[in-house]
């Protein structure tokens, strides 16, 4: 009856329930079954029938007294309802979820004595339940015994001192209470342990307005804005410059971080002005919060405009099959003239719960770009016991500063007159040639490789479906590179392309396992699909971190995992890189954005090597045929 009651036509169960009931009348099982089938069907009357026979029968059955009162409910008759839960209370003193009910409901009604005595029972019977601590607290609030509330907080805290969601609830009750001085206490107790908490900061900070926010701090004002335009415009006929380009990047003991940016810039030529009128910058949704903190325009004449309208869109690439949790904002601006200065200050944080990267953190600035900059400032602000490796570029005049303000440290790049980047045919990427900020809290690429390590290996891990396709590819061939080349070809040919890179599965590859079971997965996915399979047939493979000469290239004293865009992987006996996205190369023949590009070998257990990838696929060591060899590595 159970079987059928789940399938597709419910009504099947029926038979099966008349026959238990003829046989046995007062099967619980059968009763409640053709209750739920009833009221399925509308007849609520009909289902309180079958109950009340029942309870006939077994008066003392909690599931019948249980389903008779929500019944009854369910009809509008609720002093039955109540009697037939005082009887299911005396029979099951201990059910929690009924006690909660009962505390609600008198809440609702404003019934202190009952409630009372409900929360009483309910902490007699559970007395270190976060969640009933937490229904004892909201009740007694709601009743007006406010201390009591306040002791039932103070003891959740006491069992679980970092429990944040209590430290904000008794905020709230300290600040209702008028003592402000213990709720900023207990709010500020809450950003110790959760920084990326957005709301609560906002609410220090508007409740002690006069100080300003020390990342804001750095931005320039109005008149040096207006200053900074004032000055000759660069010779060389560019349509626009930049005024000021600030970045202020504050780093958490957890890893997550918010960033402060002010970018102000001055279209020269009516082109510019009309295509500068949209300005959008990328952030991650369902990690970051977007805060657009001002967005306008000043006039020649002195008019100060605002932004028409802000949005945002995703990022993703449909052509390439590509998908990922970035986003675009975008900021909609009034029209603008030439020689007019747009300011905009906005902020982005991180708020999710968790560091998905662990307490580690890494990211790149520039300090350059294809047009004139007059004032590039980036700022670092992390805590002073916090190690965080901050590498300058090699930009002339560049100044840097270091300081300790209270429990943190601030490190200042400052750069003026920054010369564009010159547009040439076939150059290199932007991102190569500019100048830029690397930060990191790795020291070593060994210690990148230890990190992605264990951030990934139990995605190596096969099952007996692995082995056996491993064994399926390889059936008939005996040579260890043909292995290989079947292995690959395979990958290649028999698993399609597609990037869904959200959240942590942006850097972390899927399990091997899963990606064979899919049929689809991006390059890390493919990589590890590659390695996996050659392990599984004794031939000794690596997973390699690339950063494609699409994103150019970067110097390697800058250990990150930012650093990256691409995996590939490595087999050490015949020196040879196989990229499992390289629908149109062969085994031995790399594509050209891999061709020379700097990757970081990761062996089992962490250790890493950064390399310089070959033109070709790699060095053939194989029936006799020494090739020339191909990968250098980067000292």
């Not at 008779?68 to 839960?85: C, D, K, N, P, W």
């Not at 970092?162 to 206490?185: N, Y």
């Not at 390399?611 to 070709?616: F, G, H, Q, T």
Request: hydrophobic share 40%; glycine share 6%.
């Amino acid at each position: 009856g159970m079987l059928a009651r789940s399938g597709t036509n419910f009504r099947d169960a029926t038979p099966f329930f008349e026959k238990i009931l003829a046989r046995e009348p007062g099967n619980i099982a059968a009763l409640l079954g053709k209750t739920e089938l009833y009221e399925e069907a509308g007849l609520r009357r009909s289902a309180l029938s079958v109950l009340e026979d029942g309870l006939r029968r077994s008066p003392h059955s909690v599931a019948l007294l249980r389903a008779s009162a929500h019944q009854f409910r369910l009809l509008g008759r609720i002093t039955e309802a109540e009697e037939i839960e005082r009887r299911y209370a005396n029979l099951r003193f201990d059910d929690v979820t009924y006690l909660r009910s009962q505390i609600e409901l008198a809440v609702a009604r404003r019934d202190v004595p009952t409630g009372t005595r409900w929360v009483e029972r309910l902490l007699e019977l559970d007395p270190e339940s976060f969640g009933s601590l937490e229904a004892a607290a909201r009740a007694f609030r709601a009743l007006g015994q406010r201390e009591r509330a306040v002791a039932t907080l103070q003891k959740r805290l006491d069992l679980a001192p970092d429990d944040t969601d209590a430290l904000r609830s008794l905020a709230e009750m300290q600040g209702e209470d008028g003592k402000s001085d213990e709720q900023v206490k207990l709010l500020r107790r809450v950003l110790a342990l959760r920084p990326q908490s957005k709301d609560v900061r906002e609410y220090l900070e508007h409740m002690q307005p006069a100080k300003v926010r020390r990342d804001e701090a750095f931005a320039l004002e109005k008149d040096a804005l207006l200053a900074l335009a004032k000055q000759p415009v660069p010779a060389g006929g560019f349509p626009r410059r930049t005024l000021r380009d600030l970045q202020v990047t504050t780093v958490y003991p957890n890893g997550l971080a918010s960033r402060f940016h002010q970018v102000v810039f001055q279209p020269l030529t009516d082109e510019a002005a009309a295509s500068s009128r949209q300005y959008a910058f990328a952030f991650q949704g369902g990690r970051d919060v977007v805060d657009l903190r001002v967005a306008r325009v000043y006039r020649a004449d002195g008019k100060v405009d605002e932004a028409v309208e802000t949005g945002e869109g995703p990022s993703d690439n449909p052509a390439l099959a590509m998908y990922s949790s970035t986003r675009m904002f975008y900021v909609q601006l009034p029209r603008l003239n030439v020689g007019d200065v747009v300011e905009l200050r906005y902020r982005v944080e991180e708020v999710i719960a968790r560091n998905d990267f662990g307490d580690t953190f890494s990211e790149t600035a520039y300090l350059q770009s294809m047009e004139p900059v007059a004032s590039a400032d980036y700022v670092l602000i992390t805590p002073k016991e916090r190690k965080v490796q901050l590498r300058a570029p090699n930009l002339p005049g560049l100044t840097r500063s270091e300081r300790e303000e209270g429990d943190v440290r601030i490190a200042q790049l400052q750069a003026r007159d920054v010369a564009p980047l010159r547009g040439e045919p076939v150059m290199p990427p932007a991102a190569e040639l500019a100048a830029s900020v690397n930060v990191s809290s790795f020291g070593t690429w060994n210690e990148v490789g230890a990190w992605f390590w264990g951030l990934s290996k139990d995605q190596f891990d096969a099952d007996d479906e692995v082995r056996k396709k491993a064994l399926e590819i390889t059936r008939g061939k005996t040579d260890e590179l043909e292995k290989v080349r079947a292995v690959y070809d395979y990958v290649v040919q028999r698993t399609r392309y597609v990037a869904l890179e959200f959240g942590i599965d942006g850097f972390r590859p899927r399990r091997c396992v899963q990606t064979l079971a899919r049929g689809w997965g991006d390059c890390k996915d493919k990589a590890t699909v590659i390695v996996t399979l050659l392990r599984e047939l004794g031939i000794d493979a690596n997973f390699v971190l690339i950063r494609t000469r699409l994103r150019g290239d970067a110097s390697p004293d800058s250990p990150s995992y930012a650093f990256f865009d691409h995996a590939i992987a490595y087999v050490p006996k015949f020196d040879l890189f196989l990229d499992g996205t390289a629908e149109y190369t062969g085994m031995n023949e790399l594509p050209a954005f891999d061709r020379q590009a700097l990757g970081l070998i990761v062996k089992p257990g962490g250790e890493a090597k950064l390399v310089r990838l070959p033109v070709e696929g790699g060095q053939l060591v194989h029936a006799g045929v020494l090739g020339r060899p191909v990968q250098e590595e980067v000292e």
